[in-house]
C-alpha cells in the first residue's frame, strides 16, 4: 500500500508472543493445536446432528446449530495464523489478509452477540412462557431471527473492508498483537483513523453492551420465573441450564469488555494477547461442551449415530 513518503507496505508482522521462548511456543502451539480440532470436530458434531436427528428439530437446537456453525469461523480467522506463527515462526500477513482477518473477526463477533440475545430470548419463551412457545417461535420467526443476524454480520464485514481499504500506512508494519485488532493496526496507519474509532466505539456501545442488557434482562425474568416453580426438580434442571449459559456468557462478554474498554490501551501486549485468547480459542472451546454436549437429548443423538456409524463399519 502506498504512502506519502513512496514506501509500499505489502504485509505486516505479528508481534504477539514473541517473547516467549521456542519450547514455551511449540507446548503452547499442539494446546491451541488440540484446542482448534476439539472445537472444530465438536461444532461441527452438532451441526451435523442438528440437521440429521428429527428429534433435535427444534428451534433451540436450530439456534445452537447456528452458533456452532458460526464457532467455526471466529475461531478459525484468529486461530490458524496464530498456529502458524507459533508452529513455523511466519509472522507476516498480508495486507489485504490483515484487513480481511480483522473485518470477518469483529463482524462475526457482531452477529455472535446478537444470535446470543436471540437465544436467550428463545429461553425466557420456553421457561416463562411455555404454553405459547410453539405459537411464538415458529419455524419461519427463527428463519427470519437467523437470517437477521448474518445480515447484520456482512452487512458490518463490508462497511469495515471499505473503510480498512481507505487507510495508508507509513512504512512501518510491526503490529503489537497475534492478530489484526484494531487499536496496533490504526496506530501504524498515517490516515485520520476517527471514523473508524467512532465505528468501534458504536460497536462496544450498541452491539456489545446492547446485547448485554438484552440478554441479561431476558435472564433476570427467567430468574424470577424459576423461582416460582412449584417442582424442586424443574427448579434444579432450569437453574443448571441458565448457571452454564451464563458461564459462556461472561467469558465472552468479560473478555471482549476487557479487550475494548478504554484502560485496555495501557495494559501489556501479553496480558492483552491472554484475554484475546479467552475470546478467540476458550469461549468457542467451550461452546460444545456447555451448550450442547452436556444436553442429554444431544448427547443420545451422539451415541446413535455413532451406533449406526460402527454397525454400517463392521458390517
Known amino acids: 500500500m502506498r504512502v ?16 516467549l521462548d521456542q519450547k514455551l511456543q511449540l507446548f503452547l502451539c499442539l494446546v491451541l493445536i488440540l484446542m482448534y480440532l476439539t472445537t472444530v470436530m465438536g ?23 447456528n452458533l456452532a456453525f458460526l464457532e467455526i469461523w ?18 507476516t500477513i498480508s495486507v489485504g489478509g490483515c484487513f480481511a482477518q480483522s473485518s470477518f473477526y469483529f463482524a462475526l463477533g457482531a ?9 436467550s430470548f428463545d429461553r425466557y419463551v420456553a421457561i416463562c412462557q411455555p404454553l405459547r412457545y410453539a405459537a411464538i417461535m415458529k419455524h419461519q420467526l427463527c428463519i427470519h431471527l437467523v437470517a437477521a443476524v448474518w445480515v447484520m454480520g456482512f452487512t ?17 508494519n510491526n503490529i503489537q498483537h497475534f492478530f489484526c485488532d484494531n487499536t496496533p493496526l490504526f496506530q501504524l496507519s ?7 474509532w467512532k465505528t468501534d466505539v458504536v460497536f462496544l456501545l450498541f452491539i456489545v453492551l446492547s446485547s448485554l442488557c438484552l440478554t441479561l434482562a431476558s435472564y433476570t425474568s427467567i ?19 441458565c448457571s452454564s449459559h451464563l458461564t459462556t456468557l461472561a467469558i465472552a462478554y468479560g473478555s471482549c469488555i476487557a479487550l475494548y474498554a478504554p484502560s485496555s490501551g495501557h495494559v501489556s501486549l501479553e496480558t492483552n494477547s491472554i484475554v484475546a485468547l479467552l475470546n478467540t480459542v476458550l469461549y468457542p472451546f467451550l461452546n460444545p461442551f456447555i451448550y450442547s454436549l452436556r444436553n442429554k437429548a444431544v448427547m443420545l443423538a451422539l451415541k446413535e449415530a455413532m451406533a449406526r456409524a460402527t454397525a454400517q463399519l463392521f458390517a
Open 223 to 241: 430468574f424470577f420465573c424459576i423461582l416460582q416453580m412449584p417442582a424442586a426438580s424443574a427448579r434444579r434442571k432450569a437453574f443448571a441450564t
Open 111 to 119: 452477529a455472535e452477540f446478537v444470535l446470543l440475545v436471540v437465544m
Open 4 to 19: 506519502g513518503n513512496g514506501t509500499v507496505v505489502t504485509e505486516f508482522i505479528l508481534k504477539g508472543f514473541s517473547g
Open 156 to 172: 458490518f464485514l463490508i462497511y469495515r473492508l471499505v473503510l480498512l481499504s481507505k487507510l495508508t500506512f507509513c512504512g512501518l
Open 43 to 65: 461444532n461441527a458434531a452438532i451441526i451435523f446432528l442438528v440437521c440429521m436427528d428429527n428429534r433435535l428439530q427444534t428451534p433451540m437446537y436450530y439456534f445452537i446449530g
Open 74 to 91: 471466529f475461531t478459525s480467522c484468529t486461530s490458524t495464523k496464530l498456529l502458524v506463527i507459533l508452529s513455523s515462526g511466519r509472522r
Open 190 to 196: 498515517c490516515s485520520d483513523v476517527t471514523l473508524l
